[in-house]
């Protein structure tokens, strides 16, 4: 049965860096696309980031675009988010979810496995 468990969000100054992870267990990471999505309080979900285990094919979010980089670890199961340059409003709980689909289209209506991560960014 697939698990995913997200980490590494945190407290951080606007300009700051966080790295977010997203293990894996259950299945192998290379059978499928996985995408980091966040909400915000009072906002609808948004999809980050979203790369193609199988070629490293990835998708950004204008928002985040040239700030953000996903990467795949597949030794390790796991999937990198890393946030340089960090804004307030990408103050949101972080969550990761595995589907072959997200290598289509990045995004995700249905629950999330994890609790997901919160990442704050404030002065």
């Known amino acids: 049965q697939l698990q995913l468990a997200e980490s590494g969000g945190g407290v951080v100054q606007p300009g700051g860096s966080l790295t977010l992870s997203c293990v894996l267990s259950?299945?192998?990471?290379?059978?499928?696309?996985i995408g980091w999505f966040r909400q915000a309080p009072g906002k609808g979900r948004e999809g980050v980031s979203c790369?193609?285990?199988?070629?490293?094919?990835?998708y950004y979010a204008d928002s985040v675009k040239g700030r953000f980089t996903i990467s795949r670890d597949s030794a390790k199961n796991t999937v990198t988010l890393q946030m340089n340059r960090l804004k307030p409003e990408d103050t949101a709980v972080y969550h990761c979810?595995?589907?072959?689909?997200?290598?289509?289209?990045?995004?995700?209506?249905?629950?999330?496995w994890g609790k997901g991560t919160l990442v704050t960014v404030s002065s």
């Open positions: 790369i193609n285990v199988a070629d490293g094919a990835t």
């Open positions: 259950g299945l192998p990471l290379d059978y499928y696309a």
């Open positions: 979810a595995a589907d072959p689909s997200l290598a289509l289209s990045c995004s995700w209506t249905r629950d999330f």
